[in-house]
């Protein structure tokens, strides 16, 4: 058995790590013929088919229902193509967190989270302005300020800052782990209700997964866990510059309201 059980988030065929610590999980798969020969997050109690809005989220409340992490003291969830960086273990050129390093920092933090990203120019909430649908955050504010009004000043501060855990990347104790998704979903669910993604481009539809990055923050900040931060390695190359051209067009565009 491992201490440790970091889902991968993946929708396709990949190289993954060869230990026992990393799990790939097949997100969206209700909505894809394509089978891979990993497990699905179709089966038992899940949200499967919710995938395009919720994006890795689906893999992450398919482990909280089915109980996958039962065993383990400290789980996680990562991307194929992005993982914590580390010093021992490699996959595709890089080197990721071996269950080993993970441990000793588990010892000593409450919560490994990636390298926070710094938004020099721009505040946490004018940035999802920016570059999303405003009033869906606006949104889950209020329904935080309804259901939870203890995380309203967590909220703000975390609007008003500039910088942000993202990718929701994690790992922490089974226990934090059960009390961050009873948090989130309660409040993603209740989102979905008044959320209609009908209209959205593809990307726009991801939302949840998009609020859930702000919404992570939130509950790390509330909790007052201790962080140990990490670069976050990417396996592909990452398109940069494609993504600064396409939030300068929305944030100029204004067309996102």
């Known amino acids: 058995m491992s201490r440790v059980k970091i889902l991968i988030a993946t929708h396709k065929n990949y190289e993954f790590p060869n230990t026992v610590c990393y799990v790939p999980i097949y997100v969206g798969k209700a909505l894809h013929r394509q089978q891979l020969a990993i497990q699905g997050d179709d089966t038992g109690d899940n949200i499967s088919l919710k995938n395009s809005s919720f994006c890795e989220l689906t893999a992450l409340y398919w482990a909280w229902k089915n109980n996958f992490f039962n065993e ?54 004018s940035h999802y302005k920016n570059a999303h649908y405003i009033k869906d955050l606006d949104l889950a ?12 000043s967590a909220f703000d501060q975390v609007m008003s800052s500039r910088s942000l855990h993202l990718f929701n990347m994690f790992v922490m104790k089974k226990e934090y ?55 976050v390695v990417s396996l592909e190359k990452e398109k940069i510059l494609f993504k600064v051209i396409g939030l300068l067009k929305r944030k100029f565009s204004r067309k996102i309201k």
């Open 177 to 231: 782990f059960e009390q961050y998704c009873n948090w989130l979903f309660a409040i993603l669910f209740k989102l979905e209700k008044k959320i209609d993604v009908a209209d959205y481009d593809n990307y726009q539809k991801r939302v949840f997964g998009f609020l859930a990055e702000r919404l992570f923050n939130v509950w790390l900040l509330k909790n007052n866990l201790s962080k140990k931060e990490l670069k």
């Open 141 to 152: 504010r209020e329904i935080i300020a309804q259901d939870s009004p203890g995380y309203c």
């Open 72 to 125: 383990s003291d400290y789980v996680g969830l990562v991307h194929y193509r992005r993982y914590f960086k580390g010093s021992v273990l490699q996959l595709k050129n890089q080197k990721i967190a071996s269950e080993n390093e993970l441990l000793s920092y588990l010892e000593q933090y409450d919560v490994i989270v990636a390298k926070k990203r710094n938004y020099y120019i721009e505040t946490i909430y």
